[in-house]
């Protein structure tokens, strides 16, 4: 099963910038698109961008399009989310998974096709 973990949240203030980092093990061939996804404490857990693991394909939120930049790295098994621009309401713990969507949609549904999700990194922008 896949197992999943991410890091590079932190304290940051309004207009600042990180890069978070998730590390995949076990995926397979049948993998291949990545996700990250963001949530607050009572809401669902929110879709924020997608990519596939060659590169050639990326989704955005249209609340972070613009700001934040999804990219992969194959050899490393390894999805980065670089957010600039951070504004308070992207305070969330962030996570990543592996999805399945149709890129040529707008606002194409997003399928999670691991239920194993990591523990998460969290990212607070405050001043």
């Known amino acids: 099963q896949v197992q999943l973990t991410e890091s590079g949240g932190g304290l940051v203030q309004p207009g600042g910038s990180l890069r978070l980092s998730c590390v995949v093990f076990?995926?397979?061939?049948?993998?291949?698109?990545m996700g990250w996804f963001r949530q607050t404490p009572g809401k669902d857990r929110e879709f924020v961008a997608a990519?596939?693991?060659?590169?050639?394909?990326?989704k955005y939120a249209d609340s972070v399009k613009g700001r934040f930049t999804i990219s992969s790295d194959d050899p490393k098994n390894t999805v980065y989310l670089q957010m600039n621009m951070l504004k308070p309401e992207d305070t969330a713990v962030y996570y990543c998974?592996?999805?399945?969507?149709?890129?040529?949609?707008?606002?194409?549904?997003?399928?999670?096709?691991?239920?194993?999700w990591g523990q998460g990194t969290q990212v607070t922008v405050s001043s």
């Open positions: 990519i596939t693991w060659n590169g050639g394909s990326t």
């Open positions: 076990g995926r397979t061939s049948r993998d291949h698109t």
């Open positions: 998974n592996t999805v399945v969507l149709n890129f040529l949609l707008t606002k194409p549904d997003i399928g999670i096709t691991n239920t194993n």
